[in-house]
């Protein structure tokens, strides 16, 4: 469903040319929850912003459902963020004066969707997040891992195939993070309507829990799993 191939992205010019990915290679399956970790500033976060469509890349490709891109800016690539991508943050980005259902369906909308649509497949996506007796709570009204889960029903109202979670319980306590990931793989594994989801995360807690994880060391992928890497095969599902 997404495959990178031999991704490359540097900053900055002549000798202060810093090369952050140095020839990235991944791949997800339809359905697929895979973890992402790597060191601080090993280009983590720059990696899910060249897939996701927010930054162009220097070298490589990215075919995401058979649509190619990678290298050219934002500005050639909306359909990518507007059909293909979805965001979650570490930060909600909530509108705190928009109840729950106004968040979502109003992303719907700058989109291009009608407003009865909107609301319809708001009402849809909250619920299918656990918040149907939430929709009209404003975020103050909400915890932060029901505003956590507003977030993620934004995200998948869209009906995008991928979803980019950018430290997504960075802001969680340690029991609203285990249900976020929970969340993750009841939408990955969806008989009906599976998604893909390409994690960061520093928690190797979460990471464990993940269908498969991956790690970014020195601008490449390391190692395809980093359970065979470092013998963690038998703790699936167990702290560490």
């Not at 993940?210 to 703790?235: F, Q, V």
């Amino acid at each position: 469903m997404l495959e990178v191939k031999g991704l490359t992205k540097s900053f900055g010019f002549g000798s202060s040319k810093l090369k952050v990915l140095k020839g990235v290679d991944l791949e997800l399956k339809r359905g697929e929850l895979v973890a992402l970790m790597g060191p601080s500033g090993c280009g983590k976060s720059t990696l899910l912003n060249i897939i996701g469509g927010l930054l162009p890349g220097d070298g490589g490709e990215i075919n995401l459902n058979d649509r190619k891109y990678g290298l050219k800016g934002p500005s050639s690539v909306v359909d990518v963020r507007r059909e293909l991508v979805g965001w979650i943050f570490q930060d909600f980005h909530l509108l705190n004066n928009l109840t729950a259902l106004d968040n979502v369906a109003m992303a719907l909308e700058l989109s291009g969707v009608s407003a009865s649509q909107s609301e319809e497949r708001a009402i849809e996506a909250l619920t299918k997040v656990g918040l149907s007796d939430r929709m009209h709570h404003i975020p103050d009204q909400l915890s932060g891992g029901q505003q956590q889960r507003v977030a993620i029903a934004r995200a998948i109202a869209g009906n995008r195939p991928l979803l980019l979670a950018d430290e997504p319980t960075g802001n969680l306590d340690i029991a609203s993070g285990k249900e976020v990931l929970q969340l993750f793989k009841d939408l990955c594994h969806d008989e009906d309507d599976p998604i893909s989801i390409l994690m960061v995360t520093h928690d190797p807690e979460l990471a464990l829990n993940a269908d498969r994880m991956l790690l970014l060391k020195d601008g490449t992928t390391e190692a395809s799993d980093i359970r065979t890497a470092w013998g963690l095969d038998d703790l699936d599902g167990e702290e560490e």
